[in-house]
């Protein structure tokens, strides 16, 4: 008898414990769900933003990494054409600013060695070409998208300006170089780059503020 009822006794506990269990399990996927749609709802701008941001980034990276895969580079130290034309361009400004200026292909490595008046200033690699810089300005104005004529123009028209200014920049670095070889540190790694990503950045706050779908849902 006793052992009867403390196996009906043990059994309601269980049944009851099984509903407690199921409804806690509901109860807690209801809150989770709902919470996530919440919060997914609110945040809904920054994750499409997110989204669009490394897509693109990726696509034009990978494309980007296709395009130089074409040039040897380790046994010939092949330079890409992209490079070779900025080289060729700085070298034309620095002509036309009347120094004297040669571009002699590198023996050891894939660059191209510039010299100005004669002394070896410096040497132009892959990554003097500026494209990663426009890869991620182009990413970012596809993330804040507007029109898509609008998009296309502002991405061709900030990257021709980010080349020209390249162009420049390395110019100008060049001729710093010539007279301040000691601040080769200061120049190339901190003053130089900061005028290139501040123009990038000045790009971005003028889509985002006139051209974006964020302008246009916010006029001031």
């Known amino acids: 008898m006793l052992e009867t009822l403390g196996c009906k006794s043990a059994n309601v506990m269980c049944f009851f414990a099984k509903v407690i ?4 399990f509901k109860l807690y996927k209801f809150v989770k769900n709902n919470v996530l749609k919440t919060y997914f709802r609110q945040y809904r701008p920054f994750f ?6 490394f897509a693109v980034y990726a696509g034009l990276t990978i494309g980007y990494q296709l395009y130089l895969k074409q040039f040897d580079n380790l046994l010939v130290f092949e330079v890409d054409d992209v490079t070779q034309l900025v080289a060729n361009q700085t070298q034309q400004l620095l002509l036309f600013l009347n120094y004297e200026c040669s571009l002699v292909m590198h023996t050891n490595q894939a ?15 892959e990554g003097c070409n500026a494209l990663s810089v426009i ?5 970012f104005v596809v993330a804040f998208s507007g029109k898509v004529k609008q998009t296309i123009a502002f991405i061709i028209f900030g990257s021709l300006l980010i080349h020209i200014l390249n162009i420049i920049r390395i110019a100008l ?5 010539l007279y301040y070889p000691e601040q080769e540190h200061l120049l190339h790694g901190v003053v ?4 290139i990503y ?3 950045f000045g790009l971005w706050i003028v889509w985002v503020n006139k051209f974006s779908n964020y302008a246009t849902e916010n006029p001031k």
């Open 21 to 24: 269990l199921v409804n806690h």
């Open 48 to 53: 499409i933003f997110l989204f669009k941001f």
């Open 111 to 125: 660059s191209i060695r510039l010299s100005l008046e004669h002394v070896y200033v410096a040497r132009i690699v």
């Open 135 to 139: 890869i991620l300005f182009a990413a």
């Open 173 to 177: 670095l060049c001729i710093a170089l």
């Open 192 to 195: 130089f780059p900061l005028f």
């Open 198 to 200: 501040g123009v990038v």
